[in-house]
């Protein structure tokens, strides 16, 4: 059995540009907050849509985004409908995604360990 169709791929990506926009636009709830969709991957029958998004504000509110944005669902999923030419629209399942902030603190210790050595080496 595959695990990533060819089209549950496309769909997953047609899903992400219309959520980013329907996030920006549509939805006003102010304990969603300004997020962005990192990743989504779609099952192969196209039947749930995993929606990997991070927070500006961070870890910190990211568990009351994230809730918010599952309450949501059915909203933004009617509005999938009404965009995408699928017979049937994949139900959504939100997640944080920690993957910028767990770089950003890699980068951060590889410029420690750099610069240490700089102080040793002279």
Do not use: W
Not at 20 to 45: C, F, H, I, Q, Y
Not at 53 to 59: D, E, K, P, S
Not at 75 to 86: E, G, I, K, M, T
Request: glycine share 4%.
């Amino acid at each position: 059995m595959k695990k990533h169709s060819q089209r549950a791929q496309r769909v997953g990506d047609q899903i992400h540009k219309e959520l980013a926009d329907l996030l920006r636009n549509e939805v006003k709830d102010p304990r969603v907050g300004p997020v962005t969709v990192t990743r989504v991957e779609v099952s192969a029958d196209l039947s749930h849509a995993t929606v990997q998004v991070t927070h500006l504000a961070g870890r910190e509110r990211a568990g009351e985004a994230v809730d918010a944005l599952q309450r949501t669902a059915g909203f933004l999923r009617s509005q999938l409908a009404h965009r995408l030419d699928l017979y049937s629209v994949p139900q959504l399942h939100f997640a944080y995604d920690d993957s910028i902030e767990a770089g950003m603190k890699l980068a951060q210790l590889i410029d420690d360990a750099v610069a240490a050595d700089r102080k040793l080496a002279e």
